[in-house]
């Protein structure tokens, strides 16, 4: 759980008969034990475990489900300014760097590398827009939500792999500051289930109600 040490209170999903509910807890009680961890991305998280403690519910599935997807649009929305700081960054040192006399930027191989970066980005963005936009509207928006959340996964990863290869042995380099964008943009790749666990969960959506998923 993201910065659950030192919290006043968790708000935490659970299963109760079969089903989801959020609930209220107080941190400070017997039985909250909570063990440190660090994401891929550096941020401080707690792995939550607990034993016969007081909590109160708050929320039913449909809550549950109205804040995950809200979350998910939330870290597509980051997702997208994380990948176009990083291809702004690639861009200007292709610009600059050069190699056999010439700009990196101008050879064939790395300006398409870059075009195909912009293309993953401008995807991303018209799906995080559209899950955002629909969710501004209606209570929830599954298929858009997931669909955002598929390419949040894939352009993430890709664009990453795009910006620290043309950057060389730079793009590894811990003290320059693209490797700091490239965890980044793999936490959130991760964070609510990669590529394929969000495919199977677009396919389970669309068996749930085909309908829903006509054009």
């Known amino acids: 759980m993201a910065f659950a040490e030192g919290a006043r209170r968790l708000l ?3 299963r109760h008969d079969g089903a989801w ?3 209220l807890l107080d941190p400070s009680q ?5 063990e440190s961890q660090l994401t891929t ?3 401080p ?3 939550v475990q607990l034993d016969g403690v007081a909590a109160t519910a708050v929320g039913d599935a449909q809550l549950t489900q109205w804040l995950r997807e809200r979350l998910i649009a939330a870290t597509c929305a980051v997702q997208i300014g994380v990948l176009e700081e990083m291809i702004g960054m690639s861009t200007r040192y292709v610009s600059e760097r050069e190699q056999f006399g010439a700009k990196i930027g101008s050879f064939q191989s790395v300006s398409h590398r870059m075009a195909d970066t912009w293309i993953d980005l401008m995807n991303l ?3 995080g827009h559209s899950a955002a936009a629909m969710l501004d509207r209606q209570p929830l928006a599954t298929l858009e939500v997931l669909a955002a959340q598929s390419w949040c996964a894939e352009a993430g990863h890709r664009v990453a792999a795009s910006c620290q290869h043309v950057h060389g042995g730079m793009g590894h380099d811990r003290s320059y500051p693209l490797w700091r964008y490239a965890v980044w943009a793999r936490h959130n790749e991760l964070v609510h289930g990669g590529v394929s666990e969000t495919y199977a969960a677009i396919g389970a959506a669309i068996a749930r109600e ?3 998923a006509a054009l």
């Open 210 to 212: 085909p309908a829903a």
């Open 125 to 127: 963005r018209l799906l």
């Open 45 to 47: 998280r707690a792995r």
């Open 30 to 34: 017997p039985g909250v034990r909570l």
């Open 12 to 14: 935490l999903p659970a």
């Open 41 to 43: 991305a550096f941020e």
């Open 21 to 23: 509910q959020l609930y």
